[in-house]
Nanobody
Framework: VQLQASGGGLVQPGGSLRLSCAASGFSLDNYALGWFRQAPGKEREGVSCITGGDDKTYYADSTKGRFTIFRDTTKNTVYLQMNSLEPEDTAVYYC??????????????WGQGTQVTVSS
C-alpha cells in the first residue's frame, strides 16, 4: 500500500490550496482515508476523513466550514480542498488509511507529507 500526498505550497492568509492523496497499486474506491497535519513542535492531529462506501465525511472543529474532503474515483485520488487558510493551518499534511477517525491509531499506512505554509 502506497499513498502519496501532494499539492502543498505557500499561500497567503485567506487563500486556498487543494491537496491530493493518490494511491499506488490499489483502488481508492470504497477506501476510508484521512488527512492529518503536524506543525513544528506539535503533535500530529486529525484534520478530516472520509469513510469507504458511503463517503461520509468528518472534520476537526478547527477546519469545519473551511476544508472539504472528497473522492474522485476516475483519478483514484482523495482531495482536501482548503479554503480561507490561516497562518495556524501551516503544517506538514499527511494522508493515511485505511480508516476514518481523527486519531493516529486509526490508521496503518501513511503517505509522505506535503508542506503547507500560510503566510503573507
Amino acid at each position: 500500500v502506497q499513498l502519496q500526498a501532494s499539492g502543498g505550497g505557500l499561500v497567503q492568509p485567506g487563500g486556498s490550496l487543494r491537496l491530493s492523496c493518490a494511491a499506488s497499486g490499489f483502488s481508492l474506491d470504497n477506501y476510508a482515508l484521512g488527512w492529518f497535519r503536524q506543525a513544528p513542535g506539535k503533535e500530529r492531529e486529525g484534520v478530516s476523513c472520509i469513510t469507504g462506501g458511503d463517503d461520509k465525511t468528518y472534520y476537526a472543529d478547527s477546519t469545519k466550514g473551511r476544508f472539504t474532503i472528497f473522492r474522485d474515483t476516475t483519478k483514484n485520488t482523495v482531495y482536501l480542498q482548503m479554503n480561507s487558510l490561516e497562518p495556524e493551518d501551516t503544517a506538514v499534511y499527511y494522508c493515511a488509511g485505511p480508516g476514518c477517525g481523527l486519531s493516529r491509531q486509526d490508521y496503518d499506512y501513511w503517505g509522505q507529507g506535503t508542506q503547507v505554509t500560510v503566510s503573507s
